[in-house]
């Protein structure tokens, strides 16, 4: 295992900056989010401008890069159509993993299997799997849920973000039976009815995420996913939950 820090833990810093700011804090592998920001690496840009694409994700290089974490506006088939390109984007640029938000709840059990299903086919042509995150208010907020999905669509895996099921409707529901399909980790600090505070200020217990992770052989990557607050000081706490990992690995 290793630590990484996600793009979206300084989303107004743009690329290539934002890089240089996580070198200075001394990471060494990052995961892109890719979002409707305008920028190249835009989901809805990437093919018309997929040169342009390789050489800013590439501009990353200085970071190893372990992940796209994928967020799509478009629906309907242009959903596809851009998914499509970023699984190209991610051949391209030797970056495996997908993360993909599962349907919101309420979505049909099958119509929801058939999507992850497509989303699946894509990116193994292309040689890169998809996980679905772990997110309140969808349907991998369950962990049953989320079993059942990843045994309905062979290849499917997850993003596990253990603070959405520590704080979600689901929390006294053990984490080991879905530790198998993790392919991805967000991680930050949360408490029972907050689902990020300080570093060190919260529950979430890391030492044991690690040893469950360690049981199935995971070995990627625990991305770091803390959102900037005007509370505290954003350099400071990614400086103490990467050091907080290192320990743990």
């Given amino acids: 295992m290793y630590v990484a820090v996600s793009t979206d833990c300084l989303p107004d810093v743009p690329m290539p900056d934002v890089v240089e700011r996580f070198v200075d804090l001394e990471f060494t592998t990052v995961e892109l989010a890719l979002r409707e920001d ?6 809805s840009r990437i093919d018309a401008e997929f040169d342009k694409a390789i050489h800013l994700a590439s501009k990353s290089h200085r970071l190893e890069v372990c992940s796209y974490d994928v967020h799509i506006a478009a629906t309907g088939e242009s959903y596809f159509e851009q998914f499509e390109a970023i699984c190209r984007l991610g051949k391209a640029t030797k970056v495996v993993t997908m993360t993909v938000p599962s349907g919101e709840l309420g979505t049909p059990f099958n119509e929801e299997v058939e999507r ?9 042509q292309e040689g890169v799997r998809v996980a679905m995150k772990s997110q309140i208010g969808r349907l991998s907020e369950d962990p049953d849920t989320v079993k059942v999905l990843c045994d309905n669509v062979e290849g499917l895996g997850l993003t596990l973000d253990p603070s959405h099921y ?3 409707p689901h929390s006294a529901k053990g984490l080991d039976k879905i530790m198998e399909y993790v392919f ?3 991680l930050r600090d949360s408490r029972k009815d907050e689902l990020q505070v300080r570093v060190g200020q919260g529950e979430i217990d890391y030492g044991r995420i690690v040893s469950q992770l360690t049981r199935v052989g995971y ?3 625990l991305s770091i996913q803390i959102a900037p607050t005007p509370a505290y000081e954003q350099a400071g706490e990614l400086r103490k939950l990467r050091l907080l990992l290192e320990t743990l690995i």
């Fill in 38 to 43: 305008g920028s190249v690496l835009s989901p």
């Fill in 116 to 124: 992850l299903q497509r989303l699946v086919d894509c990116a193994q």
């Fill in 166 to 168: 520590f704080c979600g």
């Fill in 184 to 186: 991805h980790v967000h």
């Fill in 219 to 221: 070995s990627h990557a």
